[in-house]
């Protein structure tokens, strides 16, 4: 059974970097057919999601439109996780990060979530 | 504004049925058979209960089955239970130059 670990700041700054780390147990991170996937949760914007990361012997990462030129995904293999940075991130941005699996090829929908990270942006 | 619209609200006594539905457009539900629906209790992340319209992951009660025609996807919950009460998301492919997941804003599930 896979579970996903969270970590990261739940608090950042106007302007500066948001990073988020997953750490997968019960999977890997560089898995046939699988993808890992970050979704937000916010009240003005409902869930949203950002993109997701896979390997195909090589690395891929889709980027959601709204956030592609402040998003950047990474992942390690040695230690089964993948990461979220975000920058210059705004009050906007305030939401619950989820990280999420989900699969490539015709399947899009999310089976097994993180317990999720609340990141406030303020001063 | 999400890109599904799904009621705000919907509610059943227990024992009874109820169903939620969620509409887009030619673009994601209406083209795709890529819906999924998503049941989120108070401070918890969502949970994978139907996805490819209909089908149900391992472990999720037969009580939950999903369905479309046309633009719009409904998930109908049979023999409501107290634990059902929870809010409810859909989700759909949708064309675009890229991948592009979205999702509706969510129903609120009352079990009277």
């Known amino acids: 059974q896979v579970q996903l670990q969270q970590s990261g700041p739940g608090l950042v700054k106007p302007s500066q970097t948001l990073s988020l780390t997953c750490a997968i147990s019960g999977d890997s991170v560089s898995g046939n057919s699988v993808a890992w996937n970050w979704i937000r949760q916010s009240p003005s914007r409902g869930l949203e999601w950002l993109g997701r990361?896979?390997?195909?012997?090589?690395?891929?990462?889709d980027y959601a439109v709204s956030v592609r030129s402040r998003i950047t995904f990474n992942s390690d293999t040695s230690k089964n996780h993948f990461s979220l940075q975000m920058n210059s991130v705004t009050p906007e941005d305030t939401a619950v990060y989820y990280c999420?699996?989900?699969?490539?090829?015709?399947?899009?929908?999310?089976?097994?979530w993180g317990q999720g990270t609340l990141v406030t942006v303020s001063s | 504004q999400s890109a599904l619209n799904q009621p705000a609200s919907v509610s059943g006594s227990p024992g009874q049925s109820i169903t939620i539905s969620c509409t887009g457009t030619s673009s994601d539900v209406g083209t795709y058979r890529y819906v999924s629906w998503y049941q989120q209790h108070p401070g918890k992340a969502p949970k994978l209960m139907i996805y490819d319209v209909s089908s149900r992951p391992s472990g999720v009660s037969n009580r939950f089955s999903g369905s479309k025609s046309g633009n719009t996807a409904s998930l109908t919950i049979s023999g409501l239970q107290a634990e059902d009460e929870a809010d409810y998301y859909c989700?759909?492919?949708?064309?675009?130059?890229?991948?592009?997941?979205?999702f509706g804003g969510g129903t609120k599930l009352t079990v009277l």
């Open positions: 990361t896979y390997y195909r012997s090589k690395w891929y990462n």
């Open positions: 999420a699996r989900g699969y490539t090829g015709y399947d899009h929908y999310f089976d097994s």
């Open positions: 989700s759909s492919y949708r064309t675009s130059n890229t991948l592009d997941i979205v």
